[in-house]
């Protein structure tokens, strides 16, 4: 059956057990990228108070870049793993477990003494993260009616901005309750990635009640009669259709994912940076007028301080006035990556999946590099949602393009390899951004030449996404085609 090409809404005529396959797969996937969101708020947190004090900010930048890498060979790892198991062993099943590892070890996280057992936890919650999606995406293609699997999975996409929002929310909370003294500062972190760790009881209800799809129980059925291999990575490379797709939808996926875990989400950095240098320069300016007006007729002016050291409870409250406005300015990013999602689906309905890829690919890059070299006070934060709108929009084209790419003995497989393995690669990215920021502040002189650097090392490296414009030359248009059985 091809998708439906009429005026009919996407969600007409599913079943209560529809809505309940969708439902579920839709909040693994939001409850995975809550656990995402929430390593990459508190990531420097956590790595300040388990790294030596000795270490300097740029140090713990570093350190912050490795852990993430980390993160991601592990979502890689995990990728590969399960995409196969999911196939062979079933999409609900293998679903459950991924869940269950990536919320127990995000707990686990907050139970860390030092940088080694905090990469390991991020390693192993990596596994289960890389599990997650390509599962979710293919249960939802083999379970809902062919007209109802474009607009379910770009929805299913766009609600993982939901779960960053979340996260967002959350880090609010507790930061307040941190100023209130009701849990301790050096605590936040811990405390954050515990609420991250609750998405393990969802394994429940998945256990309990989520059946395997019809067309991959009867397609096992046959398989196993005519020998015919799921799950295996010799047939999807043996065969020169798939493996053109599995090698271009990698590479398609490589360039949307440098750009969002290598360049996007290190915005907070550039956001705290940019306002603590804002908020520390007028507070110097405040005290060197206040300094001025005391001075006294008898006193010249170039007796004052040639650096004026602010107060330790003037830092605090930059600091902390800098870390809420961090968080807004990942609610706004994630406000403008649901609706891109959702804008992405409509327009890869309308005209097809290859011409709305080329677009997005292209907005992308341009609002990334204006994003980094234009962004320079709190009146900016409007523009995280113009960068999150275009960024994002190309996950929801991963979701909805690459489970037809694919028969359904290998969809999990080849969907979990393109979107996950590229991860091994782009795992250079946040360390690339590092080493590369490092080197072009090295003769710095000042905080404000310093955040140039990050601002330039950002946009150099957003080129990577014109990748995915060699990408989607070499793959198939597939609107209105079935999905390959």
């Known amino acids: 059956m091809s998708e439906q090409t009429t005026k009919t809404n996407w969600w007409s005529g599913l079943t209560s057990y529809h809505w309940f396959v969708f439902a579920m797969a839709s909040l693994a996937w939001l409850f995975d990228c809550l656990d995402q969101q929430i390593f990459i708020l508190v990531r420097k947190d956590a790595l300040k108070h388990l790294l030596p004090p000795t270490m300097d900010a740029s140090q713990v930048g570093a350190y912050s870049g490795y852990a993430t890498s980390i993160f991601m060979i592990g979502w890689a790892t995990g990728g590969l793993i399960f995409g196969s198991v999911g196939d062979w062993f079933g999409r609900a099943k293998t679903l459950t477990l991924t869940v269950l590892i990536y919320s127990l070890c995000t707990g686990l996280s907050a139970f860390s003494t030092g940088w080694i057992d905090f990469a390991i936890y991020r390693f192993i919650t990596g596994l289960g993260v890389g599990g997650v999606f390509g599962l979710a995406v293919t249960l939802v293609a083999d379970s809902l009616p062919a ?128 306002i603590t240098n804002n908020l520390t320069q007028q507070e110097i300016a405040k005290q060197k007028a206040s ?74 890059m341009i609002a990334t590099v204006g994003y980094f070299q234009l962004f320079n006070s709190p009146w900016h934060l409007w523009m995280s949602s113009v960068m999150g709108f275009f960024q994002m929009a190309l996950f929801a084209g991963f979701a909805i393009y690459l489970p037809e790419l694919f028969p359904i003995r290998l969809r999990s497989t080849g969907t979990s390899f393109c979107y996950n393995v590229g991860r091994y690669v782009a795992a ?44 989607v030359y070499f793959l198939p248009e597939t609107k209105g085609k079935p999905l390959p059985e």
């Not at 291999?229 to 047939?235: C, V, W």
């Not at 490379?237 to 360039?255: E, K, Q, S, T, Y």
């Not at 406005?325 to 327009?347: C, E, R, S």
């Not at 310093?450 to 990408?471: E, H, N, P, T």
């Open 291 to 364: 300094l001025a007006v005391s001075t006294t007729d008898a006193v010249p002016t170039d007796a004052q301080p040639a650096v004026i050291e602010l107060p330790k409870e003037v830092k605090a409250k930059i600091a902390d006035e800098a870390s809420t406005l961090v968080a807004f300015n990942g609610i706004l990013q994630n406000i403008g990556a649901f609706f891109g999602m959702m804008t992405f689906t409509y327009i890869a309905q309308a005209i097809g999946r290859r011409k709305a890829f080329f677009m997005a690919f292209i907005a992308a």
């Open 428 to 471: 250079s990215g946040p360390i690339t951004l590092g080493l590369l920021a490092l080197s072009l502040a090295a003769n710095a002189k000042s905080t404000t030449e310093k955040i140039d650097a990050f601002r330039d090392a950002c946009s150099y490296m957003s080129v990577i996404f014109l990748i995915g414009l060699i990408a």
């Open 147 to 274: 007209h109802s699997r474009t607009g379910a999975l770009g929805l299913l996409q766009a609600l993982s901005a939901v779960g960053n929002i979340s996260s967002g929310l959350i880090y609010l909370l507790v930061t307040s309750l941190s100023k209130a003294d009701v849990i301790a500062s050096n605590m936040s972190w811990k405390v954050m990635f515990l609420v991250g760790a609750l998405p393990a009881f969802l394994c429940v209800f998945l256990q309990m009640k989520m059946k395997e799809p019809e067309a991959w129980v009867k397609a096992r059925k046959e398989g196993k009669v005519t020998g015919v291999k799921f799950g295996s990575y010799a047939e999807l490379f043996g065969d020169p259709v798939l493996r053109r797709n599995a090698l271009f939808g990698m590479l398609l996926c490589v360039a949307g994912i440098i750009g969002v875990w290598g360049i996007g989400f290190f915005a907070p950095d550039l956001v705290r940076d940019v």
